[in-house]
């Protein structure tokens, strides 16, 4: 019988984190932890409140687990099997099962990418974020983080300050890659037009990607605005697991997969295999997390045309040391 625990995490913040609907100065996350034969695994859940997810109610969540029997699943089918009869929340059930599968490639000898059956992680470049903040703000934030370093840069908008927050982002750093991420900000095609018909022109603008700019409800409006905003758009709060992939290929140009959002390794595997069956490019994102969560998410970087896995970042006092970033590149150990 295997031996689950969970922990709480409480992860003060190196700034405020502000997209378009929350901001934040510390984050809950939880630590799972399993052992049983001389062996042990631990995983990481962010709880997203996008989902209805919290700390607390992951923690209940668990101890229904604990209490249902989850210490006699000693096999991935009986864990897969009693995770889909329960349904837990995804960001929990992420922790479970990477802490299941981290146990389960030591016990077996192996790295968790053999165990998983893909390539090993290379290099692995990753996006940096800027969160919303007022303009005036921009080049002191970019100094003191020294967010040039990284190949990429995620700018986190809303609606209203779009333009001007993305003007002196280019102003400051013209030419620089950058990630323009709305967060489902505005609220149908004829608005992001207007407001992308005024980003477009900006000098030094070097979109490589859109991600998520209209809620997931707005299907036809992507459609409609499929091909027509000069750079790719992704997919991210589109992309549930009743997703149709069909579908989102004829909305989106790429999708970002979140393990946490996608619910733990197996189904994240899924939603990389169906977003490049139907010709997709695949981004590999995250939420704010320590080293344990983002050494999870590097396991599967082999597969990512693109990262975004800078939550270790923008966390101040990073109990792991698993993941640290040199030169904007992530380097496990």
């Given at each position: 019988?295997?031996?689950?625990?969970?922990?709480?995490?409480?992860?003060?913040?190196?700034?405020?984190?502000?997209?378009?609907?929350?901001?934040?100065?510390?984050?809950?996350?939880?630590?799972?932890?399993?052992?049983?034969?001389?062996?042990?695994?631990?995983?990481?859940?962010?709880?997203?409140?996008?989902?209805?997810?919290?700390?607390?109610?992951?923690?209940?969540?668990?101890?229904?687990?604990?209490?249902?029997?989850?210490?006699?699943?000693?096999?991935?089918?009986?864990?897969?099997?009693?995770l889909q009869h329960h349904?837990?929340?995804h960001a929990l059930r992420?922790?479970?099962?990477?802490?299941?599968?981290?146990?389960?490639?030591?016990?077996?000898?192996?790295?968790?990418?053999?165990?998983?059956?893909?390539?090993?992680?290379?290099?692995?470049?990753?996006?940096?974020?800027?969160?919303?903040?007022?303009?005036?703000?921009?080049?002191?934030?970019?100094?003191?983080?020294?967010?040039?370093?990284?190949?990429?840069?995620?700018?986190?908008?809303?609606?209203?300050?779009?333009?001007?927050?993305?003007?002196?982002?280019?102003?400051?750093?013209?030419?620089?890659?950058?990630?323009?991420?709305?967060?489902?900000?505005?609220?149908?095609?004829?608005?992001?037009?207007?407001?992308?018909?005024?980003?477009?022109?900006?000098?030094?603008l070097n979109v490589r990607?859109?991600?998520?700019?209209?809620?997931?409800?707005?299907?036809?409006?992507?459609?409609?605005?499929?091909?027509?905003?000069?750079?790719?758009?992704?997919?991210?709060?589109?992309?549930?697991?009743?997703?149709?992939?069909?579908?989102?290929?004829?909305?989106?140009?790429?999708?970002?997969?979140?393990?946490?959002?996608?619910?733990?390794?197996?189904?994240?595997?899924?939603?990389?295999?169906?977003?490049?069956?139907?010709?997709?490019?695949?981004?590999?994102?995250?939420?704010?997390?320590?080293?344990?969560?983002?050494?999870?998410?590097?396991?599967?970087?082999?597969?990512?045309?693109?990262?975004?896995?800078?939550?270790?970042?923008?966390?101040?006092?990073?109990?792991?040391?698993?993941?640290?970033?040199?030169?904007?590149?992530?380097?496990?150990?």
């Amino acid at each position: 019988m295997l031996t689950w625990t969970l922990t709480p995490l409480q992860l003060p913040l190196r700034y405020t984190w502000k997209i378009s609907r929350n901001s934040s100065t510390f984050k809950t996350n939880l630590l799972l932890e399993v052992a049983g034969g001389g062996w042990q695994g631990r995983g990481e859940a962010a709880p997203n409140i996008r989902y209805g997810e919290t700390p607390e109610g992951l923690q209940q969540e668990f101890a229904q687990l604990q209490a249902a029997g989850l210490g006699q699943c000693e096999t991935m089918d009986e864990l897969t099997a009693f995770l889909q009869h329960h349904q837990p929340a995804h960001a929990l059930r992420f922790a479970l099962e990477s802490a299941f599968v981290h146990r389960e490639a030591a016990r077996r000898g192996q790295t968790v990418p053999q165990w998983l059956g893909v390539p090993a992680p290379a290099a692995v470049g990753t996006a940096a974020t800027l969160p919303i903040i007022e303009p005036g703000e921009v080049a002191g934030f970019l100094e003191a983080q020294q967010l040039s370093r990284f190949p990429l840069l995620k700018v986190k908008v809303n609606r209203e300050g779009a333009v001007d927050l993305l003007r002196e982002v280019t102003r400051l750093l013209p030419g620089h890659p950058l990630i323009v991420d709305g967060n489902e900000a505005w609220t149908d095609a004829d608005s992001l037009r207007r407001s992308w018909e005024q980003i477009l022109p900006l000098p030094g603008l070097n979109v490589r990607l859109l991600e998520q700019p209209l809620p997931a409800t707005c299907a036809a409006d992507y459609r409609a605005l499929k091909g027509q905003l000069q750079c790719p758009v992704f997919a991210d709060e589109s992309v549930t697991d009743e997703a149709d992939f069909a579908d989102i290929a004829r909305q989106f140009d790429g999708v970002n997969m979140k393990l946490m959002k996608a619910g733990g390794y197996l189904n994240g595997l899924r939603i990389l295999r169906e977003t490049r069956a139907h010709g997709l490019q695949t981004m590999l994102g995250c939420m704010v997390e320590t080293s344990l969560g983002i050494w999870s998410a590097v396991q599967l970087s082999a597969l990512a045309d693109v990262c975004d896995l800078d939550g270790i970042i923008i966390v101040r006092d990073e109990p792991f040391g698993l993941v640290h970033e040199r030169d904007g590149m992530l380097v496990a150990g």
